[in-house]
């Protein structure tokens, strides 16, 4: 099934600009696409963004377009987003979570999922 | 977008009794193709993140007590829990993969009574 595990959250102001990372072990990390997808406090589940296996493939959520940036690096197992121009509503748990297929339009479900890591925007 | 729906926001079920959560779809999540409904459940515990339940609707995942059964098809599906458990407390969501952005119902809170 695989481990994931985000790191770099944290808290910024508004327009700032914040890395996060997912390290993925125990699964062959190039052959699956990934997605971002977060959880505002008290809040439901939203899916943010998905990249294919090859990283050849990237898709955002309306609201991040723009702002947000998927990558991979296939050769360090590892996940990353960008967030650029941030805004208080981004203010929310981010996890990183494996996808049946590898592609993001053959994503399917997510499995497993990473503990998470909070990104909390305010000034 | 496919907006899912779910019902009800939560629900109290005394320990050994059915729990019974809905999840409609605006849109048919069934792929006329391979005849299967793009369709998913997951369960959040406090604190913790989803763990997925259920796939193609009513797939177990491996490891999934059988207690956990997804049913439905096209726009309307159905997650039972058939004798909760008090481990059974939790939030549990439903997800459509038919199509681009993947989206989740709002949650439904399950509790003891």
């Known amino acids: 099934e695989g481990q994931l595990l985000e790191s770099g959250g944290g808290l910024v102001q508004p327009g700032d600009s914040l890395r996060i990372s997912c390290a993925a072990a125990g699964f062959s990390f190039r052959t699956y696409a990934m997605s971002w997808a977060r959880q505002a406090p008290g809040e439901g589940l939203e899916w943010v963004s998905g990249?294919?296996?090859?990283?050849?493939?990237?898709y955002y959520t309306d609201s991040v377009k723009g702002r947000f940036t998927i990558t991979r690096d296939n050769s360090k197992n590892t996940l990353y987003l960008q967030m650029n121009g941030l805004r208080a509503e981004d203010t929310a748990v981010y996890y990183c979570a494996k996808g049946d297929g590898a592609t993001v339009t053959n994503f399917r479900w997510f499995d497993p999922w990473g503990p998470g890591t909070l990104v909390t925007v305010s000034s | 977008d496919i907006v899912m729906t779910q019902s009800p926001d939560s629900l109290a079920v005394s320990l050994g009794e059915r729990a019974t959560i809905n999840c409609k779809s605006s849109q048919s999540v069934l792929h006329t193709s391979n005849n299967k409904n793009y369709l998913a459940w997951y369960q959040q515990k406090p604190g913790q993140p989803p763990k997925l339940l259920i796939y193609w609707a009513s797939t177990r995942k491996s490891g999934v007590p059988d207690r956990f059964t997804g049913s439905g098809s096209g726009t309307d599906f159905t997650l039972t829990i058939s004798s909760l458990q008090a481990e059974d407390v939790a939030v549990y969501y439903c997800q459509q993969y038919y199509s681009i952005p993947l989206t989740f119902g709002g949650g439904t809170k399950v509790e003891i009574k």
């Open positions: 990249i294919s296996a090859s990283g050849g493939a990237t």
